[in-house]
């Protein structure tokens, strides 16, 4: 199977590249598109990647070649990781969704565009790009939504399930369970669906009652603000001293507060963002189909908040080559459902001002347009 990166010299992107090629998830007779921008940095830049790959994995690279019109992105899998990043604010407020969503949306509408109409109609979309949820509207708009998946949902899943397994002292293997809601600060972790291998039920509730102490998801919003306000305060003099108040959280609130650190320090999160998405591609490249957590348009799959949702939010789904096929999550306790309830909100209207319009007909996996 092929693999087209969109922004592939931009710091996630390049990090896509670089791991995919590296951890040999693609056989040499495989491709890997480089994708940049016509006429901007990344449309030179992007021939120095390639040499660069192959000067350093030639023996095992996939053939890499690139792309500078989005006409020519051919695929089975697109990774669509171009467009702006957010700046984190120095005073720890949210960075203005809006005019990173009015640049990123012209970004997501070109690429859907020339996917709908040059693309095989099979490719499946994983959407990097923040705003995330904007980015599967549009592109799940065009091109079906069982095609498309935002991998924020994954990412948080990722983290969340590692904080735990720190915490119990287990790997992260043996830790399962979902973060759904919106990528960023409206994540939601799903504690109801956290299962640890080799502890029965009476042992994992004590286990998760240890965990999260008497708190629900009902003041997680406030204690995620005054994380946020406190780290700031300490990191002002002791960077160092930041990140060590984070380990005397509990583990959902390390989850979110940790990258969040990583930006606000002035790192980005690239790694562990390509480490991620490398995870999701491995599994839609092998052929099987495995349950992760994934924004996606919903159509009344899942009812939060005593309503179905109609649009995007993070859910726990089974995804497989062909895109995602159903969602996965049984009835929630009142405060995730609420913490859902109000995350599917938050997204639609982040998404609504950039996706009125027609919608593609919903093509159910396997079935070719
Ligand atoms: N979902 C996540 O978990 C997550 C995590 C980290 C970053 N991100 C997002 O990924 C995106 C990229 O982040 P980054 O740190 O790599 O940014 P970056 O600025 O380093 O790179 C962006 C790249 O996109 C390219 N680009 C812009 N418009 C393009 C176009 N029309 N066609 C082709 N390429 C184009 C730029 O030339 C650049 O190379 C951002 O939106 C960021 O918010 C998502």
Known sequence: MDVAVLGATGDVGRQICTQLVE???????SRLQLVGRPGGASGRAVHGLRADLVDAYDEHAPVLDVA?????????????AAGRTAVPRSDGLPADRAELAAENAAVFRAYADALAEHGSGSEVVVVVSNPVELGVAVMAQRLGRHRVI????WLDTLRFRREIAVQLGVRRHRVGGFVGGQHGDDAVPLWSTVRISGLDVAERRRAVARL???RTLATFPAEVAAAKAALLDVAATDMAGAFALIDTWPPDLRALARPWMTHQSGAKTATGTASATIDLLDTVLD???????????????????GAPVSGVLGVPVVLGPEGWTRVLLDPLPPDEDARLAQAAAAIAAGCDPWTSGPAAPSVPPGVRR
């Open 23 to 29: 951890r040999q998830v693609l056989p040499t007779t």
């Open 68 to 80: 500078l019109d989005p006409a020519d992105v051919v695929a089975d899998v697109v990774v669509v």
């Open 150 to 153: 935002g991998m924020g949902a």
């Open 212 to 214: 999260r102490g008497d």
């Open 287 to 305: 052929g099987r189909d495995i349950v992760v957590a994934g924004q996606v348009v919903l159509d009344g799959e899942v009812t939060v908040g």
